[in-house]
DNA sequence: ATTATATGTAAATTATTTTTTACATCAAGT
DNA sequence: ACTTGATGTAAAAAATAATTTACATATAAT
């Protein structure tokens, strides 16, 4: 249970209705990690969140909210 | 090896010479995960970077570079 | 001289993130 | 009817992050 939460699916749709194999693809991780990112299973790594962020075009903090 | 550098250890200095325990106590780790970071060691959780963020006041992009 | 604070290093353990594998349903297209 | 692609769920294993503990050196202050 995080206290970071995240547009991650938003901006999945957002971003031509990519899907979760495409984005995961895209930023080197399987699947599950993004669908566990996207549920808030747990947070990604920095390296991740960072990967993610750069897929989208935008930062870290557009795509990650702590609090 | 992690492709992510910081500028932990320069904001601390700036920070009025801000010793590692005391970020540590800030950001509620131990001081290994300061001088792990600062050594590039290995790079922090998302929640981690984000607290140490808060703590200068500024965003991760400002404490953390990517490639 | 001794106390306190800051830093350095190292290693074992615990916690968290990520991968791998597997199978399920649903909808769209052929 | 069948195939394909997208999503959902779950659980074990592997990889990485973080804690805990311990001890070392150095410097500054009392």
Redesign the pocket.
Known sequence: M?SITNHV?RL??DAN????????DAV??????I?????N?????????FKIAQVFGCSIEEVFFYQ
């Open positions: 995080p699916r999945r749709f209705e990519m899907s979760q194999k495409a984005l995961a080197g991780v399987t699947r599950q990690t669908i566990a990112i996207e549920k299973k747990y947070s990604p790594s920095l390296e991740v969140a």
